[in-house]
Every structure is written in C-alpha cells, then in structure tokens.
Nanobody, 122 residues
Framework: QVQLAESGGGLVQAGDSLRLSCAAS????????LGWFRQAPGKEREVVAT????????YYPDSLKGRFVISRDNARNTVVLQINLLYPEDTAVYYC???????????????WGQGTQVTVSS
C-alpha cells in the first residue's frame, strides 16, 4: 500500500509563507485522491485541502480558501500544500493523506503520513 512522508514544517513568523511537501511510495499514486489535514492541541483533526486523482479539482473549507493551495505531480508522486499569510492559529501538526475514493469524502482518507509540525509565532 501507499506510504506517505511529509516535509517542510517548522517555526515561522506570522505573515510568512510555507510550502509543505508529501512524497508517496509503494502504491499507485495516481489512483488516490489526496488531502492535507491538520490537528491543533485540544482540537479535532480538520480538513485543509483535498484534490482529485487527476489534479483537476480541489476542495478548501471556506475559512481557508485563498490562503491555502494544494497541487499534485503524479509524475513525481508528490502532493504540495502552499500556505500564505500564516497566522498563529495555523499552528498544528499537518498530515498528508490518501483516499481510494472521492476527494469530497473526507472519511475515506485512510492512508496517513506521520505529520509535520508547523508553529507560527506572533
């Protein structure tokens, strides 16, 4: 099955931009819908962005739309999350995930990376 590994997290200042990457191996990358999720201490995991297998459609929660951009490169087996204008409230562990089904069915994301910490200071 597909294995996922995130990278690019770290400590940044409010207003900065950050690019998170996720590399996949061991599976048919192009058959999976992909997504980024995040979880802050004391809060439930929430969806940040998802993208279709072909990369032609994406979903963002209304509260995040405009600052977060998801993209994928099936030739390189990678999915990227570009984050602009970071706020302290964006501090969380960010996870890459894969789904054998629809990018709109968040409960179907069953393959997960280990997560990467993003900390935004004010």
């Amino acid at each position: 099955q597909v294995q996922l590994a995130e990278s690019g997290g770290g400590l940044v200042q409010a207003g900065d931009s950050l690019r998170l990457s996720c590399a996949a191996s061991g599976g048919a990358f192009s058959t999976y819908a992909l997504g980024w999720f995040r979880q802050a201490p004391g809060k439930e995991r929430e969806v940040v962005a998802t993208i279709t297998q072909a990369g032609n459609k994406a979903y963002y929660p209304d509260s995040l739309k405009g600052r977060f951009v998801i993209s994928r490169d099936n030739a390189r087996n990678t999915v990227v999350l570009q984050i602009n204008l970071l706020y302290p409230e964006d501090t969380a562990v960010y996870y890459c995930a894969a789904s054998p089904g629809s990018y709109l069915m968040t409960t179907a994301f069953t393959h997960w990376g280990q997560g990467t910490q993003v900390t935004v200071s004010s």
